[in-house]
């Protein structure tokens, strides 16, 4: 088989047990892991694309319209996905999920006293096209605040998730907005080592910016690349 | 300048909505979820159900566990496997554990034949939930496959004290076969998870 995938690049990863975010204390496995070689059931994965996508999955403008826009500033997020290599990775699904702008999720546990945008769902999908470019309309989340600490807040965030091609491509993460003063603050974000946390934050981007209607933000997402040596047999 | 891998962060308690919403009632059509085989696709039909458990083992109400296997000829739907699936079984499934009475992830899929000459028949497994900051790669074995399970590279890998926390043990009930895989994120039986 000539394919293989680059390790996980440690230096970029969270741990697994961080202190200032409690809820890996009883949660982040505390045995190291076992190295295991990339057989067939690794190097595969589900394969999901454009097919998964409905016609309005990338448009959270409306996606979870009643009778009104969405309250909140209306924003484009796009990127491209792609290897370590810089290839592009093509018909990648690409799932999000986020806050309302006022900070609460549609979610049944959330019990954050902020409200419930009727028009407003959260969660979309896209799928990257040839060039692994991504691409969504949303309204900007709001911060919230959690239970970790005293006046503990969220930074502005939205969920992704990603299969990428194959079982070991996988990645679930959060993209953030330049300057938010919370993240200096935030045990999630700072669970990242410097150096790779900052990858996680977008970029404002005035060529993306739509004139009289929304503002652009660019986040591009790095999966682990191939390697084209041939596996152990 | 080649560019890096992008670090992952925790699903976080409020995925539901976005990654599960059918199984939780949420107005999304899901991508994937609890019940990988049709009608028409070969294989033993069984049930792959267990919990999730922290550190003081307590069943944890909002994990999602993904799963991705093999069809009953050990073949996997994707171009790698030149051998080509052609059950119409896609082998992916994904589940929160939070709408379950008792906290359990429930499969209904088809037992995975063996995918290659070495390996005992498995189901591949990510883990993720508030508080893991990076899924968890591990896999589920089958109790049932002792002499197979005795010649896998990957269980002879793991030290042998460990590889009990990988197979699944079935059981008969009257809806059919059942086997119970618990996943214990700590402690002395903590579930062996892999770096691949």
């Given amino acids: ?233 | 300048m080649a560019p890096k891998q992008t670090p992952s962060q925790t699903v976080g308690p409020f995925f539901a909505y976005g990654l599960t919403p059918e199984q939780y009632g949420y107005p999304l059509a899901s991508i994937a979820g609890a019940n990988l085989a049709g009608s028409d696709v070969h294989g033993e039909r069984i049930r792959i159900e267990g919990r999730v458990l922290d550190g003081e083992d307590n069943p944890v109400p909002d994990a999602m566990i993904e799963i991705w296997q093999a069809d009953g000829r050990g073949r996997y739907a994707h171009p790698l496997d030149a051998r080509g699936s052609n059950t119409g079984f896609k082998g992916f499934g994904r589940v929160g554990t939070g709408t379950d009475p008792e906290l359990r992830f429930v499969f209904d899929t088809v037992k995975p034949g063996a995918v290659d000459g070495r390996q005992a028949p498995h189901v591949n497994v990510v883990v993720l939930m508030r508080g893991l900051l990076l899924h968890a790669y591990t896999r589920i074995y089958f109790s049932d496959e002792a002499e197979a399970n005795a010649r896998d590279p990957v269980l002879a890998a793991v030290p042998p004290e460990r590889r009990s926390t990988l197979v699944a043990q079935r059981e008969a009930s009257p809806g059919g076969v059942v086997y119970r895989f618990d996943i214990r994120m700590q402690g002395e039986a903590e579930t062996v998870f892999f770096d691949v």
């Fill in chain 1, 1 to 233: 088989m000539p394919v293989s995938y680059a390790p996980r690049d440690w230096s970029s990863q969270p741990r697994s047990i961080d202190p200032a975010y409690k809820s890996t204390a009883l949660r982040g496995p505390t045995k190291p892991l076992i190295p295991i070689p990339q057989s067939l059931s690794e190097l595969t994965g589900p394969v999901y694309g454009h097919d998964s996508v409905g016609p309005l999955d990338p448009d959270l403008i409306r996606n979870g319209r009643r009778d009104a826009e969405p309250l909140g500033e209306r924003i484009i997020v796009t990127g491209r996905v792609l290897d370590e290599a810089g290839r592009p990775v093509p018909n990648a699904l690409v799932e999000v999920w986020q806050a309302n702008s006022s900070g609460r999720y549609i979610h049944a546990t959330d019990q954050h006293d902020a409200p419930i945008d009727p028009n407003f769902f959260g969660g979309g999908r896209c799928a990257t096209d040839a060039e692994g470019r991504y691409r969504f309309l949303t309204v900007k989340p709001g911060a919230y605040p959690w239970g970790n600490h005293a006046n503990a807040w969220r930074p502005n965030h939205i969920h992704f998730s990603l299969f990428g091609p194959s079982f070991l491509t996988r990645l679930v993460t959060q993209m953030y907005f330049p300057g938010d003063p919370l993240l200096a603050l935030d045990p999630i974000y700072l669970s990242v080592p410097p150096g790779a946390r900052e990858r996680l934050v977008s970029r404002f981007s005035i060529d993306v910016t739509e004139p009289g209607y929304a503002l652009g933000y660019e986040f591009d997402i790095v999966l682990r690349g191939r390697r084209e040596t041939p596996m152990e047999d």
